[in-house]
Structure formats: C-alpha cells, structure tokens
C-alpha cells in the first residue's frame, strides 16, 4: 500500500502532538513520589502491645518487583503515605476484639509535607500558627517559610516534650473493612467533622506525626489510639464501634 511522505509526517506530528498532550496532563506540581522503607512495630505473633503490627518479615520496602508498593505520593500533590501490599506475600496484622484480620493497605494523610518538628522554632512557626492555607488554584499553597500550609489538626507537645503534627489515617482489612483515624477536611470536607459531626471518625484518635530529620518519621496515635471501625453491608460502609489500635511506624527514605 502507497503512504505519501506527507501523510506519514502528518500523522507523526499528530501522534507527536497527543503524547505531548499527555505529557502535559499527567505533569506534576509537586515533584516525584519518595520510595520508603516501613518499620511496623510488633508482629502478629508478639505484639508487644500494638494492634497494627508486621508479618514478622522485615521491614517493608518499597519494591515493584516483590509487589511492595510503599511511597509519599508527591506527585500527585497529596503527601500521603501509603502502603499498598493487596498484590503482595506480605502484609500487616490488625488485631482487633473480635480477631486478627489481615490489613492489605493503608493511607496516612499528609505525612510528607509535615516539616522537621525538632526545630527550635516549630511550634511557633507559621505552620503551626496558620492553620490551613489555599492558593489562586484552589490547591494547598506554601507559606513564606517554604511549607505546605496543611496543618488542619494543630500542632502540639506529647508527654516527653517532643512536638508532633496531628493527622488522619485509614486502614484497609480483608472483606471489605475499614479502620479510621479521624477524618481529613482537606481531602473529604463534606464527611469531616466540622461539617458532619455525626461521623463516627470524629470519636476516633488523630495520629500524631513526628519528623526529627530530613529522612525519618514516627507515627503513632493519641494515647486512647482509638479507631472507628466499619464494615461493607448492603451497599455501604457501615459503622460497628469503635477499637483500640496502638501501633508505631517508622519511615524512612530509601
């Protein structure tokens, strides 16, 4: 079959032109993913007193061929941290009153925008002061001080004296079970508890988010580490009470 050359190069410009497209859609705003490894405290066989604890394998890494996926997701502008193990060998351990189930994912929220906490100043920083801040875009913007100004939860001091950064966080268990941690405002408005204060989520714990270096975060919940826990039935979540769920998660930047 005869092509002419300038059908060729038109429709190589065109296809030129739609992967351009692309390219400039999916672009991101905020920088690339951060590849993590994930310490989980306790294991299902000793616990040591968590209730959201490892598979006694090791730390978690970030690694697409073991089907490991445990990144801050920068890209997408979120800073949420996640671990995702569903298509994986390994996975974490909710121990809960009525038994152990499997925990195949879970999503703390704004973890990789929370900024050193050691500092000398952060407490009275102007993220800790400034609350929630959006730009022209309707997205979160920087402060002057160079952070995201998502702080929608305060900061505060814990029992020792060391400053944290209070987020949520939710759990996903086999058959179809969710565990939260409070409720984000930034990313659910209509379900948080300022506009639905009849969300069970707003009875459960905020985590508490420590970062005392450029490459290392500490997680764990308020000390009642409370969960609101709900299942999938006819249709919908529905809430079952409440659990306690102590836990302790150590981040780090592969």
Not at 16 to 39: E, F, R, S, W, Y
Not at 125 to 139: A, I
Request: glycine residues 10%.
């Amino acid at each position: 079959m005869n092509i002419s050359h300038i059908t060729v190069v038109s429709v190589t410009l065109l296809l030129g032109m739609v992967t351009d497209a692309a390219a400039q859609k999916i672009k991101t705003t905020c920088g690339a993913d951060v590849a993590l490894n994930v310490t989980v405290s306790g294991t299902w066989t000793a616990a040591g007193g968590y209730a959201l604890v490892s598979d006694g394998l090791g730390v978690y890494q970030n690694a697409p061929r073991n089907k490991v996926t445990a990144i801050f997701q920068v890209g997408n502008c979120t800073h949420d941290f996640t671990l995702n193990l569903n298509q994986s060998s390994r996975t974490l351990w909710a121990l809960l009153s009525g038994g152990d189930v499997k925990a195949p994912f879970f999503n703390f929220d704004r973890i990789h925008s929370v900024p050193i906490t050691t500092d000398a100043p952060f407490l009275t920083s102007q993220f800790c002061t400034g609350g929630v801040m959006y730009g022209s875009d309707g997205k979160i913007a920087k402060n002057s001080e160079g952070a995201y100004q998502d702080n929608y939860a305060g900061c505060d001091v814990d029992e020792a004296g060391a400053a944290f950064v209070r987020r949520a966080a939710g759990v996903t268990l086999d058959g179809d079970e969710r565990l939260a941690f409070q409720i984000s405002p930034i990313d659910h408005p209509a379900e948080a508890c300022a506009a639905n204060p009849a969300n069970p989520a707003c009875g459960a714990s905020f985590i508490r988010v420590y970062h005392p270096d450029a490459t290392t975060w500490v997680l764990r919940p308020e000390p009642a580490a409370t969960a609101s826990h709900k299942v999938w039935a006819g249709g919908s979540y529905v809430f079952v009470g409440y659990e306690t769920v102590p836990l302790e998660i150590v981040v780090t930047k592969q």
